[in-house]
């Protein structure tokens, strides 16, 4: 398992985050506070505010391939 900061500014930036998530097999939640979507779920993305950082959780050890197709969206 992994977690990281990400930052989505824009519903495009989430459409784009939510594609390249879907194309992994493993599950992806997106947390703010006591939060928690299915990344691989547009509706839940939509539900958050695109002014913030959220928690990437990533349950998941092979994860690097995706981190680095989602690495724009990093925070660092």
């Known amino acids: 398992m992994k977690s990281v900061k990400i930052s989505l500014h824009s519903f495009e930036d989430m459409k784009e985050f939510n594609r390249i998530t879907c194309g992994f097999d493993y599950p992806i939640d997106v947390a703010k506070g006591n939060y928690i979507v299915n990344a ?3 509706m839940g993305l939509f539900t958050f505010d695109t ?3 959220f928690d990437l959780i990533i349950h998941s050890d092979n994860y690097k391939d995706y981190l680095t ?3 724009k969206f990093l925070v660092d």
Do not use: H, P
């Open 69 to 71: 197709r989602i690495g």
């Open 40 to 42: 691989k779920s547009i």
């Open 51 to 53: 002014n913030t950082d």
